[in-house]
């Protein structure tokens, strides 16, 4: 099994600010990784797939770059919305998630 | 626009089955692989289940093989997960979800709500 670990697991940001997520697998997943996100109460969103393309209807303030082991997302300037909680997901082999950063208000 | 609603989920007692279904509408249902993805309360996410379009494949993560079987009917645009022996541990949200099997594994898309699952005597 791919282990993915999240860093960190709550990051306080301002909103307007910057907010940079990380990911590590523990052995290379190329560039099969997903981001989602989760607000209290509903589902999972799709963001980014394949690391760094936004899926539909995704706003260009949200990024992903990385592959093999390490990879990020990106959110340029935290709107009030963007507050949740943020998953990586490998596909690379059987689908394992990371245990979550929750993004807070500072 | 891609709908999913689960339904069937509640309180059942520890060795005691279940069957959830997700009924799919606003995309070609029977062209799409769909997966189950559940979480524990409070918890993260862990992939449980996919079946390919035509329902000819069907794949389950180790914690639940052998329990739980994923079928679905491509004429009522809606899939299932019939779970038998049941444990506390599969106490959770489960949710539906369009698959994609662009690396030969499954990557999940749009997801429903989910339907909870309490396992407890």
């Known amino acids: 099994e791919i282990v993915m670990t999240q860093s960190p697991a709550t990051l306080s940001v301002s909103p307007g600010e910057r907010a940079t997520l990380s990911c590590r697998a523990s052995?290379?997943?190329?560039?099969?990784l997903a981001w989602y996100q989760q607000k209290p109460g509903q589902a999972p969103r799709l963001l980014i797939y394949?690391?760094?393309t936004r899926a539909t209807g995704i706003p260009a303030r949200f990024s992903g770059s990385g592959s093999g082991t390490e990879f990020t997302l990106t959110i340029s300037s935290l709107q009030s919305e963007d507050f949740a909680v943020y998953y990586c997901?490998?596909?690379?082999?059987?689908?394992?998630f990371g245990q979550g950063t929750k993004v807070e208000i500072k | 626009e891609v709908q999913l609603l689960e339904s069937g989920g509640g309180l059942v007692q520890p060795g005691g089955s279940l069957r959830l279904s997700c009924a799919a509408s606003?995309?070609?249902?029977?062209?799409?692989?769909m997966s189950w993805v559940r979480q524990a309360p409070g918890k993260g996410l862990e992939w449980v289940s996919a079946?390919?379009?035509?329902?000819?494949?069907?794949y389950y993560a180790d914690s639940v093989k052998g329990r739980f079987t994923i079928s679905r009917d491509n004429s009522k645009n809606t899939l299932y997960l019939q779970m038998n022996s049941l444990r506390a541990e599969d106490t959770a949200v489960y949710y539906c979800?369009?698959?994609?099997?662009?690396?030969?594994?499954?990557?999940?898309?749009?997801w429903g709500q989910g339907t909870l699952v309490t396992v407890s005597s």
């Open positions: 079946i390919s379009g035509s329902g000819g494949s069907t």
């Open positions: 979800a369009t698959t994609s099997f662009l690396t030969g594994y499954p990557s999940t898309d749009y």
């Open positions: 394949g690391a760094s």
């Open positions: 606003g995309f070609t249902f029977s062209s799409y692989a």
């Open positions: 997901q490998q596909y690379n082999n059987w689908p394992t």
């Open positions: 052995q290379s997943v190329s560039s099969n």
